[in-house]
């Protein structure tokens, strides 16, 4: 009797063991299907995902998400150690790619948006500046990390042989507006501009806009999402997944049938009036990607570090091609495929991304 009551209490043991086993396996499962993604209070950047998210598309794929509102040192500190409470940085770019320049092990594996700048001068320079060839020794202003300038210059390079970009000087001015309201003063000549209210700049103050960068370079890369190896080694399924909700939203937002409905998601994510979301999506110059433009990437690096933009950063050091992975995008695009073959969409967004990272 006392061996049958001990084997009772063993076994009872061994199934609460094993029902905690089976709780922590469930809840490790759990956790490598939850995504920790930034994202900015208010900020609309991220609409592809949160269109996903608010149409079901996520929830559908099996994951879920957990919204960070994090700074981007913050983010890097977190990514750089692997910590659990970021997975994917969503919004930025030159700021990635100064930490990748700095040693930070990072993965670029898909977008957020693309484009975004634009050109603006005084409206008594607007003809003279509409044309790229009288550009020698004028001077220019911008944030310090703008992007517009960064595309803008190696556009003028390479399609102005007659310009001398060594004559070009560069002011840096704390924000993008005060760039703006140096060029309608007229202490700069061109003010190159990269922000949300741009669309707003030229009814507010006495300037014209030239171009946006993305007439001269179409699709250049603006926000990433960013990771490490490790997070993709751990959570590489989700990561598919999310990549594979976003796809359908991408889709979802770019048929104008429907917009009203994008905008009431986006608003109700964010907080914001559909006013306000009209302005930022339809309006400025920025537009919502998902694909992850590893040519763009690079042409990116290559053109900031030519001016000096990774500081005393050793770039010998770094392979930026090694900190690209388009292998997340093009599984979950693939199997997006392989269960409707004959979508144009689909195939149009294959075509795109046998462009521009192949």
């Given amino acids: 009797m006392r061996f049958i009551k001990l084997f009772k209490v063993a076994a009872s043991a061994l199934l609460v063991t094993t029902a905690a086993l089976s709780v922590t396996s469930?809840?490790?499962?759990?956790?490598?299907?939850?995504?920790?993604?930034?994202?900015?209070?208010?900020?609309?950047?991220?609409?592809?995902?949160?269109?996903?998210?608010?149409?079901?598309?996520?929830?559908?794929?099996?994951?879920?998400?957990?919204?960070?509102?994090?700074?981007?040192?913050?983010?890097?500190?977190?990514?750089?150690?692997?910590?659990?409470?970021?997975?994917?940085?969503?919004?930025?770019?030159?700021?990635?790619?100064?930490?990748?320049?700095?040693?930070?092990?990072?993965?670029?594996?898909?977008?957020?948006?693309?484009?975004?700048?634009?050109?603006?001068?005084?409206?008594?320079?607007?003809?003279?500046?509409?044309?790229f060839n009288n550009y020698n020794n004028i001077t220019v202003g911008m944030k310090n990390d703008e992007q517009a300038w960064i595309i803008g210059r190696k556009y003028i390079k390479e399609n102005y042989p007659n310009i001398d970009i060594s004559t070009i000087k560069v002011k840096i001015y704390e924000t993008p507006l005060l760039a703006t309201q140096a060029a309608e003063k007229g202490e700069i000549d061109v003010a190159f501009v990269s922000d949300a209210a741009m669309a707003s700049y030229e009814s507010n103050l006495k300037v014209k806009k030239l171009y946006w960068t993305g007439e001269l370079v179409p699709n250049y890369v603006c926000c990433r999402e960013t990771t490490t190896p490790t997070k993709i080694k751990e959570k590489r399924d989700a990561f598919v997944k999310l990549e594979k909700a976003r796809i359908k939203a991408w889709e979802f937002i770019e048929n104008e049938d429907?917009?009203?409905?994008?905008?009431?998601?986006?608003?109700?994510?964010?907080?914001?009036?559909?006013?306000?979301?009209?302005?930022?999506?339809?309006?400025?110059?920025?537009?919502?990607?998902?694909?992850p433009n590893r040519k763009g990437i690079i042409d990116y690096y290559n053109a900031a570090a030519e001016i000096g933009f990774f500081g005393d950063a050793d770039l010998s050091k770094v392979n930026i091609d090694e900190h690209i992975d388009t292998s997340i995008y093009k599984e979950a695009l693939d199997e997006l495929l392989e269960d409707n073959p004959s979508s144009k969409y689909l195939n149009d967004k294959l075509a795109l991304y046998n462009s521009q990272n192949v």
Avoid: W
């Avoid at 208010?42 to 994090?70: F, H």
């Avoid at 969503?90 to 977008?111: C, E, V, Y």
């Avoid at 603006?120 to 320079?125: A, C, H, V, Y």
């Avoid at 917009?259 to 009036?273: C, H």
């Fill in 26 to 131: 469930c809840g490790k499962k759990s956790d490598k299907n939850t995504i920790y993604y930034s994202y900015q209070s208010g900020a609309a950047r991220s609409a592809i995902t949160q269109v996903a998210d608010k149409l079901g598309y996520i929830e559908d794929e099996g994951i879920k998400m957990k919204y960070v509102n994090i700074s981007f040192a913050d983010a890097f500190a977190a990514l750089k150690t692997n910590k659990n409470t970021l997975d994917i940085l969503s919004t930025g770019f030159p700021q990635h790619l100064s930490a990748i320049a700095r040693g930070d092990d990072l993965k670029i594996i898909a977008g957020t948006a693309s484009e975004g700048g634009g050109l603006f001068t005084k409206p008594s320079n607007y003809e003279k500046y509409l044309d």
């Fill in 258 to 291: 429907n917009r009203q409905q994008v905008l009431s998601l986006v608003a109700d994510f964010t907080g914001q009036t559909t006013e306000y979301v009209n302005n930022y999506l339809y309006k400025t110059a920025s537009k919502l990607t998902a694909d």
